[in-house]
């Protein structure tokens, strides 16, 4: 199946699952979310694997929250996700659909321990810190917004006058854009709003598999 945009109702889904996040509203609304939210998801995330499956496998993610440690038990997410990576945290491609319209993201959304210090590693160094300075001030510059969580205070082992320490300071470290609901989210258009931002990931995802990589530690 060919991506054709999304679905007609897929915002409005969405806008009443923020109001109604209950087993009931799902249920009622569930061919809506499988016919305008989940099927041109995969679709569209099908037509990008041909240039960007090089990368790592593709994957959908499930539209339930886990709640086991959270406060708010409230059972789904209110966006439909998708993701293209070899492995958490070593670089991903990512794109969204959901009450802010798209969004396009990538970069490092989860560092495990190993790999954060791999990335304070390479961020420590000039060439390969340099280089990541380099990318995401090019980004920022061409009206990215530079995300993560970041320690209030330096990282233990660098000086506060590290010529990379706001990089030094991040635990995960991504870029996002976003564009707002609009026609252009329900035809293919879509599509290539998501390969252009997708290309213009790639130096900090190649980055990312580069001097970070997948975690070696066991998963929980």
Same mark, same amino acid.
């Given at each position: 199946?060919?991506?054709?945009?999304?679905?007609?109702?897929?915002?409005?889904?969405?806008?009443?699952?923020?109001?109604?996040?209950?087993?009931?509203?799902?249920?009622?609304?569930?061919?809506?979310?499988?016919?305008?939210?989940?099927?041109?998801?995969?679709?569209?995330?099908?037509?990008?694997?041909?240039?960007?499956?090089?990368?790592?496998?593709?994957?959908?993610?499930?539209?339930?929250?886990?709640?086991?440690?959270?406060?708010?038990?409230?059972?789904?997410?209110?966006?439909?996700?998708?993701?293209?990576?070899?492995?958490?945290?070593?670089?991903?491609?990512?794109?969204?659909?959901?009450?802010?319209?798209?969004?396009?993201?990538?970069?490092?959304?989860?560092?495990?321990?190993?790999?954060?210090?791999?990335?304070?590693?390479?961020?420590?160094?000039?060439?390969?810190?340099?280089?990541?300075?380099?990318?995401?001030?090019?980004?920022?510059?061409?009206?990215?917004?530079?995300?993560?969580?970041?320690?209030?205070?330096?990282?233990?082992?660098?000086? /506060?006058? &590290?010529? %990379?320490?706001? =990089?030094? #300071?991040? +635990? $995960?470290?991504?870029?996002?854009?976003?564009?707002?609901? !609009?026609? /252009?989210? &329900?035809? %293919?258009?879509? =599509?290539? #709003?998501? +390969? $252009?931002?997708?290309?213009?990931?790639?130096?900090?995802? !190649?980055? /990312?598999?580069?001097?970070?990589?997948?975690?070696?530690?066991? +998963?929980?």
């Amino acid at each position: 199946m060919a991506f054709t945009g999304f679905g007609e109702y897929a915002i409005d889904f969405f806008d009443g699952l923020v109001v109604d996040n209950s087993k009931a509203y799902w249920r009622e609304n569930l061919p809506t979310y499988t016919r305008d939210v989940r099927a041109p998801m995969e679709a569209l995330l099908a037509e990008l694997l041909a240039e960007f499956g090089d990368f790592g496998e593709g994957k959908v993610f499930r539209p339930y929250r886990d709640v086991r440690f959270a406060r708010d038990k409230s059972p789904y997410k209110t966006h439909c996700g998708a993701v293209v990576e070899r492995g958490r945290g070593g670089g991903a491609f990512y794109v969204e659909v959901g009450p802010a319209g798209l969004r396009a993201g990538g970069g490092c959304f989860h560092l495990a321990p190993d790999q954060l210090a791999r990335f304070r590693r390479a961020v420590h160094t000039d060439v390969h810190g340099g280089e990541l300075a380099d990318l995401v001030a090019e980004l920022r510059g061409a009206g990215w917004e530079i995300c993560g969580d970041r320690l209030r205070t330096r990282p233990r082992g660098f000086g /506060a006058d &590290h010529p %990379r320490i706001e =990089l030094l #300071r991040h +635990r $995960t470290l991504y870029a996002l854009s976003t564009w707002p609901p !609009d026609d /252009a989210l &329900h035809e %293919r258009t879509c =599509l290539d #709003r998501v +390969r $252009t931002a997708w290309r213009a990931l790639r130096p900090i995802n !190649d980055w /990312a598999a580069a001097h970070v990589g997948a975690s070696e530690l066991p +998963r929980r």
